[in-house]
């Protein structure tokens, strides 16, 4: 009987535990209504282009690279991962705002031209979708890598390899 009531403690600790865990992987605080009627816009009009000031728009690895590619140059690359992730490999003109070191992550975002559009990107997309709701909070358009680095990779997309510090 003691072992069943320890076993029925433990099973209760672990569910506890993987709450506790899913929810501080999720932001508190997130836009879902407005960044799926953002992403339900572009899919609708066949473009990325749909995002509107305070919105976010999820793409693919293939979205991304076409946006970024046809959109360059009035776009603004964040890579809100860590420098060691970084160091790995990142999408070619991404400029590093870890979202962990939240001065470094600030610093950046208060240097953004609210003229341009944001693209953010993480490992697998939980740090990239604050980052974004974060940013269209301040009235940016933003467009989030769903997946993440894992998907860019998955899906053959180029990565870049820093020279030396970043």
Request: charged share 25%; glycine share 8%.
């Amino acid at each position: 009987m003691t072992v069943d009531k320890n076993l029925l403690r433990l099973r209760h600790a672990l569910v506890g535990f993987s709450a506790v865990l899913f929810l501080s992987c999720t932001p508190a605080e997130t836009s879902d209504e407005q960044t799926s009627a953002a992403t339900q816009r572009a899919a609708e009009s066949g473009t990325a282009d749909a995002a509107q000031s305070g919105e976010v728009v999820l793409l693919t690895p293939s979205e991304f690279e076409r946006y970024l590619r046809e959109n360059g140059s009035e776009t603004v690359v964040l890579d809100v991962r860590t420098p060691e992730e970084m160091h790995k490999g990142y999408i070619e003109g991404a400029v590093l705002a870890d979202l962990n070191d939240r001065a470094l992550f600030e610093s950046r975002a208060e240097a953004l031209d609210p003229e341009q559009s944001v693209m953010v990107y993480c490992e697998i997309g939980g740090r990239s979708r604050v980052a974004a709701d974060l940013l269209s909070k301040r009235g940016f358009k933003v467009y989030d890598l769903r997946g993440g680095m894992r998907a860019w990779r998955k899906s053959s997309q180029k990565t870049v390899l820093p020279d030396g510090n970043l």
